[in-house]
């Protein structure tokens, strides 16, 4: 839990049962669901159904795949999410509960593989009790869940400096293939501003954000030419790298 506190602040967990009002894997989560989905309706009439499942679908996935990924990563064990608790109020989920439990190393691709299998199960129920609220696309919804993956590998390449770009691609595979989400997402290489190749998260589905009237398109979003996202990104860097 140390590790993934200290890779997204608000990803704070603690060991226990789920409390009231948690989304809770394997119940019927459709009035929480219901709940988020109202308050985006509520800030953001314009954005419409698309938006809001989406962003939705988004919060509900977020840190099981943090979990998952800084659990085989950093910690060399598969968690389990067998009523692991997810907190959610005022159109956020952040915060967990997981139950007791022991931690089994074993190989990667082993714990890549019990992992992926946690977060299927966990998902495609949520996907569901979505689905029976809110108009959403599953396909967009299994790329934006593919894109989750890879941005979480970035960042972990990124806070430990390790793999590198040649291993990283491999892992992304191989989560991918695990997950049976193999195309819906990919990483490419791009030239660093100071030199170099640094990757970057080629996606395969857009957030709809930009449907927001503070929205936009991302720097990474599918609908900008790859030559304008690549830009994009390189400015970012050597904007970022002027501040370090």
Known sequence: M????????????RIGRPRSGDI???ADN????????EHLRHHYPEAGHHYWSVRCWGLLIWQPVVLGLAAVHLGGC????????QQAGDGIVAGYSLPDQPLQPGS??????????EIRSLGDPL??????LVRINPVLAR??????????LLHLQAESQQPDNDALHDLARCWLTALDLDGASDLMSIDRPGGGQRLALDRKGCCQHYRRLDGG???TCPRLARAERIERLQLEWSDHAGTE
């Not at 459709?30 to 989905?37: E, G, Q, T, Y």
């Not at 598969?78 to 608790?85: S, V």
């Not at 990667?108 to 299998?117: D, F, G, H, N, T």
């Not at 996907?127 to 029976?132: D, H, K, P, V």
């Open 127 to 132: 996907l569901e009790q979505l689905a029976g």
């Open 217 to 219: 398109l991302c720097s």
């Open 2 to 13: 140390a590790h993934t506190a200290g890779l997204v602040p608000a990803l704070q967990g």
């Open 143 to 152: 790329r934006l869940l593919a894109d989750r993956v890879l941005a979480t």
């Open 108 to 117: 990667e691709s082993r714990l890549i593989a019990q992992a992926a299998y």
């Open 24 to 26: 809770v894997t394997g």
């Open 30 to 37: 459709s009035r929480v669901i219901a709940s988020l989905l």
């Open 78 to 85: 598969a968690l389990r999410f067998t009523n692991l608790g």
